[in-house]
T-cell receptor
Framework: GAVVSQHPSWVICKSGTSVKIECRSL??????MFWYRQFPKQSLMLMAT?????????EQGVEKDKFLINHASLTLSTLTVTSAHPEDSSFYIC????????????????FGPGTRLTVL | RKEVEQDPGPFNVPEGATVAFNCTYS??????FFWYRQDCRKEPKLLMS???SGNEDGRFTAQLNRASQYISLLIRDSKLSDSATYLC?????????????FGRGTSLIVHP
């Protein structure tokens, strides 16, 4: 149990286009989902915390108008990188924390496999 | 000062060696602690949770020292497959929920 999927797994796009990344908890409900970004040889950087049905909380330095997060259900959160530029090229990873009633450890984050974004 | 600090390494050890990593955290109100393993170009995978009483899972032992604000991971009888980056994660309360903070990771290379 506790599987998280991400789609797409990789994407290449032109500068100026928008890219949507989906994060789904497949066999449990997630109260909270986290979005991270990781540049080569660097640590995971938390971008935002997303709670179902409410606005995401963005970390300092992350532009909320550029990285749109929607968490419409307990199993799906989306991250849209708007007007992507080459400097947005990175490995984007989501993680999910289970609800109390899901039967899964609520203190642990379960990670998706990540989405590798390359902006030309 | 970073909230969660780890020695980035790399730690280069022969097969069969015992290796230990430390991770320090600055928020004394931190609630829970974990070690994750991340292979190159892959997502992090939970290795083990860390409790005050210490916990062991096969060749891996994790310990938490709240007084000194650090956690440790000990790997005995290292295998080639243990080569990876080990991430320390600290959960702290924020805005009514837990906010995770990752360390930068410690790179381990196990060679024949």
């Amino acid at each position: 149990g506790a599987v998280v999927s991400q789609h797409p797994s990789w994407v290449i796009c032109k500068s100026g286009t928008s890219v949507k990344i989906e994060c789904r908890s497949l066999d449990f409900q997630a109260t909270t989902m986290f979005w991270y970004r990781q540049f080569p040889k660097q640590s995971l950087m938390l971008m935002a915390t997303s709670n179902e049905g409410s606005k995401a909380t963005y970390e300092q330095g992350v532009e909320k108008d550029k990285f749109l997060i929607n968490h419409a259900s307990l199993t799906l959160s989306t991250l849209t990188v708007t007007s992507a530029h080459p400097e947005d090229s990175s490995f984007y990873i989501c993680s999910a924390r289970a609800t109390l009633t899901s039967g899964v450890n609520t203190d642990t984050q379960y990670f998706g496999p990540g989405t590798r974004l390359t902006v030309l | 000062r970073k909230e969660v600090e780890q020695d980035p390494g790399p730690f280069n050890v022969p097969e069969g060696a015992t290796v230990a990593f430390n991770c320090t955290y600055s928020n004394s109100a931190s609630q829970s602690f974990f070690w994750y393993r991340q292979d190159c170009r892959k997502e992090p995978k939970l290795l083990m949770s860390v409790y005050s009483s210490g916990n062991e899972d096969g060749r891996f032992t994790a310990q938490l020292n709240r007084a000194s604000q650090y956690i440790s991971l000990l790997i005995r009888d290292s295998k080639l497959s243990d080569s990876a980056t080990y991430l320390c994660v600290v959960n702290s309360r924020g805005g009514g929920s837990y906010i995770p903070t990752f360390g930068r990771g410690t790179s381990l290379i196990v060679h024949p």
